[in-house]
């Protein structure tokens, strides 16, 4: 099962751990599509993998794939 929650780097330090406490997943920040902050707009993640913007480079994916334990 996959398991993770992605938030924007505007997310500030406090908001990361009270997402991670709450939901009790791993939580991290990153981006999507060359930079883009705003993670709906290029990330669908669910039990069966994930699909990624076109832009999103391999840094990204790797950061994306940390977070949400895919192997």
Request: glycine content about 14%; hydrophobic content about 40%; some cysteine.
């Amino acid at each position: 099962m996959i398991e993770g929650c992605l938030l924007s780097p505007d997310a500030k330090d406090d908001d990361v751990k009270k997402v991670r406490d709450y939901f009790n997943l791993n939580v991290d920040v990153g981006t999507v599509n060359r930079g883009r902050s705003f993670i709906r707009g290029g990330l669908v993640v669910n039990n069966n993998g994930g699909l990624v913007g076109n832009d999103t480079t391999g840094f990204e994916i790797v950061r994306i794939m940390q977070v949400f334990g895919i192997t």
